[in-house]
T-cell receptor, first 110, second 112 residues
Framework: SQQGEEDPQALSIQEGENATMNCSYKTSINNLQWYRQNSGRGLVHLILIRSNEREKHSGRLRVTLDTSKKSSSLLITASRAADTASYFCATTSTGNQFYFGTGTSLTVIP | DTGVSQDPRHKITKRGQNVTFRCDPISEHNRLYWYRQTLGQGPEFLTYFQNEAQLEKSRLLSDRFSAERPKGSFSTLEIQRTEQGDSAMYLC??????????FGNGTRLTVT
């Protein structure tokens, strides 16, 4: 069964706007990762945040982690049509098994 | 580094038939994972290898599913006596220890 849940399930924004999606999980974690999936393709790793980190940046991506609330958020700034995809969070407590959430489907309208 | 490759990309089979999928991981990665993904859902963990040893297997995985990784290189996932509920995308991923997963593009199975 899946560990995390993303919110919202679907998000539609205009190009240039920021997109924020959230992930909640259930147990203590070693790290949390965000992945992106284009339709019919495999997942691509975006960013990893460790349990002792609170915020991390990579290009137009900003990830926050609140272990007390067991939640994380992914912010994509200045969105582009090419950002249209599904986004998943994945957690691991051991570094061996990774549990994925249900995903947020993002549509960026040109 | 040619990435993780999976074969075939698509498989259509009739209920009751056996199917086998292959995954070739990134060569220096000692960890290999199989996931199953249905439409609108996230990937669901099936099993995990470290080198040739199968270290974890989901309790949700029935006895009809078996995976191997001989010599710690490529891996195969076999489904015996397929059922319509087995229709899904089967994803393979590989990684080094404490590193993110690298996914293949999956094998889409349709059971008719």
């Amino acid at each position: 069964s899946q560990q995390g849940e993303e919110d919202p399930q679907a998000l539609s924004i205009q190009e240039g706007e920021n997109a924020t999606m959230n992930c909640s999980y259930k147990t203590s974690i070693n790290n949390l990762q965000w992945y992106r999936q284009n339709s019919g393709r495999g997942l691509v790793h975006l960013i990893l945040i460790r349990s002792n980190e609170r915020e991390k940046h990579s290009g137009r991506l900003r990830v926050t982690l609140d272990t007390s609330k067991k939640s994380s958020s992914l912010l994509i700034t200045a969105s582009r049509a090419a950002d249209t995809a599904s986004y998943f969070c994945a957690t691991t407590s051991t570094g061996n098994q990774f549990y994925f959430g249900t995903g947020t489907s993002l549509t960026v309208i040109p | 580094d040619t990435g993780v490759s999976q074969d075939p990309r698509h498989k259509i089979t009739k209920r009751g038939q056996n199917v086998t999928f292959r995954c070739d991981p990134i060569s220096e990665h000692n960890r290999l994972y199989w996931y199953r993904q249905t439409l609108g859902q996230g990937p669901e963990f099936l099993t995990y290898f470290q080198n040739e040893a199968q270290l974890e297997k989901s309790r949700l995985l029935s006895d009809r599913f078996s995976a191997e990784r001989p010599k710690g290189s490529f891996s195969t996932l076999e489904i015996q006596r397929t059922e319509q509920g087995d229709s899904a995308m089967y994803l393979c991923a590989s990684s080094e220890a404490n590193s993110p997963l690298h996914f293949g593009n999956g094998t889409r199975l349709t059971v008719t």
